[in-house]
């Protein structure tokens, strides 16, 4: 048996095979049913270790970490054989469920040497929210796409490979060739959400809000609310509403995808995606009640009560400054930890200071962070709330003239009436 990649299979059953194969591509499509095709695979034939790895990474990533432990440890369990690649997927998958990020990026890249298509450890290192997404090292934007070209021989046309090239593309401004990278995803795999967000980010990207928002909202009419990219779409459509001037669709996307009162998704999509879009309507001139802020509040403590994962925590203490929780924005400023520590700490410093109208810390601090922020994780879009902000205090200390300058030397494309107010 092997799986659509060519590997050798550790299962004698063509049942267990199939739903397995399923599992992987439904997991790499972000579409929905990934654990019951996984669930069958395991049913069908109790030794196969492949689908637990699988399910163990999938639940990793929806924030079900109990979940993906458990995973794990039913395939470290399975008596069936195993393979070399097989046995060194279970080690690496473990070591990132641990948190041992740089040893498992290290294991991954020693993998992918000798089995390139191996693709559910190509997966975790690929992406803004990757190993190399949160590696917090200076030009991972650029040792992003180089990895995926790295791998694109190997891969052909694979509809996952060219979407998550099409992807690394649009994050360093090729935008050309990311079209066609991201129009073979789609073709090819039309149900495809990582392949419909991308296209959303080259939307973006371009400064086609019409056409971004109208290919957005058609797509995701057919794609249900336990896909795990639903709420991060409806993330893409509400910043489009904001940026057409519908603050009341903006709020009903809101309240329907993104609060976690409503919505269903990882929890650093959730509470990552409702404070940017709270703080970008503030930016744009939106009234934003506290109780909003408060909601980020609670979620961020619950899902992230500790900081280590850089990204959750500039987000939270956005929140923390926006509501007032003075305590838990210092935890994060003198708690900060992992390679983009000095960023989280800067950005934290200058929520607390924008909040408290200390408009000329809160530009010190900005640019402390402006210069290489990509370390932080994420992608281009999401960062924007990092040159939006820096923007909108520049407005308050009277500098219009720069921060016209630093809309048209970072987002010239940017419908600038609705991006922040003032301009």
């Known amino acids: 048996m092997k799986d659509r ?8 059953s063509q049942k267990a095979r199939d739903a397995y194969v399923l599992g992987l591509d439904r997991f790499l499509g972000a579409e929905i049913g990934v654990e019951a095709a996984l669930k069958l695979a395991t049913q069908e034939d109790e030794g196969f270790a492949l689908p637990h790895v699988v399910l163990a990474r999938y639940r990793q990533l929806v924030g079900d970490r109990a979940g993906a432990q458990q995973s794990l440890h039913l395939a470290k369990q399975c008596d069936g054989p195993l393979t070399e690649r097989e046995a060194r997927q279970i080690k690496i998958i473990g070591l990132l469920i641990d948190g041992k990020s740089a040893a498992g990026y290290q294991a991954a890249r020693d993998q992918l040497q000798e089995y390139p298509r191996d693709v559910i450890i190509a997966q975790a290192c690929l992406g803004v929210l990757s190993l190399i997404g949160f590696s917090g090292e200076p030009g991972r934007e650029a040792e992003n796409l180089a990895l995926a070209e790295i791998l694109e021989p190997h891969y052909g046309d694979d509809w996952w490979l060219k979407g998550l090239l099409g992807f690394a593309q649009v994050e360093v401004g090729q935008f050309h060739r990311a079209e066609k990278s ?6 090819a795999n039309p149900r495809n959400a990582h392949g ?3 296209r959303s980010h080259l939307y973006y990207e371009t400064g086609q809000t019409e056409e971004g928002y109208a290919f957005i909202t058609d797509w995701q009419r057919s794609y249900q609310k336990e ?19 519908d603050t009341d669709e903006m709020w009903c996307i809101v309240d329907r995808d993104i609060d976690p009162r409503g ?4 929890p650093l999509n959730v509470m990552v995606d409702l404070a940017a879009v709270l703080y970008r309507a503030e930016l744009s001139g939106v009234e934003v009640p506290q109780e909003r802020w408060q909601i980020v509040c609670d979620y961020a403590a619950e899902k992230f009560p500790n900081p280590g994962l850089g990204f959750a925590d500039a987000h939270a203490a956005l929140g923390y400054a926006m509501a ?9 400023i003198l708690g900060a930890k992992g390679p983009a520590a000095d960023l989280v700490r800067y950005l934290a410093e200058a929520f607390g ?12 601090f900005l640019t402390k962070a402006l ?3 990509a370390r932080l994780g994420g992608s281009r879009a999401q960062r924007d709330l990092i040159e939006y902000a820096s923007v909108g205090v520049l407005l308050r200390l009277g500098r219009h003239d720069e921060a016209r300058r630093q809309l048209a030397m970072h987002r010239p494309k940017a419908i600038i009436g609705n991006a922040v107010k003032g301009i």
């Open 5 to 12: 990649y060519g590997y050798s299979l550790s299962t004698n």
């Open 182 to 187: 991201i129009d073979k995803s789609l073709t």
């Open 196 to 198: 419909a967000h991308f």
């Open 227 to 245: 896909g795990q990219m639903h709420c991060h779409i409806a993330w893409h459509i509400a910043l489009w509403a904001l940026a057409r001037g």
């Open 263 to 266: 919505a269903w998704g990882p």
């Open 324 to 332: 007032g929780r003075s305590e838990a924005l210092q935890r994060i």
């Open 353 to 364: 200071a924008i909040a408290d109208q200390n408009w000329s810390d809160a530009n010190d």
């Open 371 to 373: 210069w290489d922020h």
